[in-house]
């Protein structure tokens, strides 16, 4: 069975950071690309940042570029979020995802989803 474990959301002031951690099982990692997404409250789930099998490719949202680095490791099934100079519009819930193809920011070519976790930014 697929699992997805998102951790390391919380509060934060504006200007902060953050890391998030999705820790993986159940699948073949280092065959999948990964993917973050977030939806914050009355809105559709957004694209964050995505990255290839090996972790030699990237793609961030515009919002998020400069701010933001996708990383993983596949010895060890994770994948990362490093935020920084985090913004009020960043609070959102963060959910990781896995998809069987590289570089995709379309959320329905994602087939497993964490359960996502709460980022709050505060101003």
């Known amino acids: 069975q697929v699992q997805l474990a998102e951790s390391g959301g919380g509060l934060v002031e504006a200007g902060g950071s953050l890391r998030l951690s999705c820790a993986a099982s159940g699948l073949p990692f280092s065959q999948r690309g990964m993917g973050w997404f977030r939806q914050a409250p009355g809105r559709g789930r957004e694209f964050v940042a995505c990255?290839?099998?090996?972790?030699?490719?990237?793609h961030y949202s515009d919002s998020v570029k400069g701010r933001f680095t996708i990383s993983r490791d596949n010895a060890n099934n994770m994948v990362y979020l490093q935020m920084n100079s985090l913004k009020p519009e960043d609070t959102a819930v963060y959910y990781c995802?896995?998809?069987?193809?590289?570089?995709?920011?379309?959320?329905?070519?994602?087939?497993?989803w964490g359960q996502g976790t709460q980022v709050t930014v505060s101003s």
């Open positions: 995802a896995a998809s069987p193809l590289a570089g995709r920011m379309d959320e329905y070519e994602y087939d497993d």
């Open positions: 990255i290839s099998w090996r972790g030699t490719g990237t």
